[in-house]
């Protein structure tokens, strides 16, 4: 069946820098879009960044934007986000999601294919 499944969270001070990984089986992540979204306590669930299927091309968020950077191993069928100069506001779940196209800024679980159940990031001093 379909797994993705996320790891590399953890607590991290102002400042500092965590790396995430996915790892998916079950569909062709090759050709797939990937996506790393976050929930925060108490708001909706935000978009972070997208890669295309080849890994040549990337878009991010405007607040983490020269912060964050998706990447993608497809020989290892695996995502990734280095995120750099965290603060308490990118404190969250971390998911990572996938799907057949590309979807302009999503904002709803249910507009993507593949799902994780994802790993909590908080930044706090």
């Known amino acids: 069946q379909v797994q993705l499944v996320e790891s590399g969270g953890g607590l991290v001070q102002p400042g500092g820098s965590l790396r995430l990984s996915c790892v998916a089986s079950?569909?062709?992540?090759?050709?797939?879009?990937m996506y790393w979204v976050r929930q925060s306590p108490g708001k909706g669930l935000k978009w972070v960044a997208t890669?295309?299927?080849?890994?040549?091309?990337?878009f991010y968020e405007d607040s983490v934007r020269d912060r964050f950077t998706i990447s993608r191993d497809n020989a290892k069928n695996a995502l990734n986000l280095q995120m750099n100069s965290l603060t308490s506001d990118d404190t969250a779940v971390y998911h990572c999601?996938?799907?057949?196209?590309?979807?302009?800024?999503?904002?709803?679980?249910?507009?993507?294919?593949?799902w994780g159940q994802g790993t909590q990031v908080t930044v706090s001093s």
């Open positions: 999601a996938g799907a057949s196209e590309l979807l302009v800024i999503p904002s709803r679980k249910d507009e993507y294919n593949y």
């Open positions: 079950g569909f062709t992540f090759s050709n797939a879009w």
């Open positions: 890669i295309n299927p080849d890994g040549t091309t990337a």
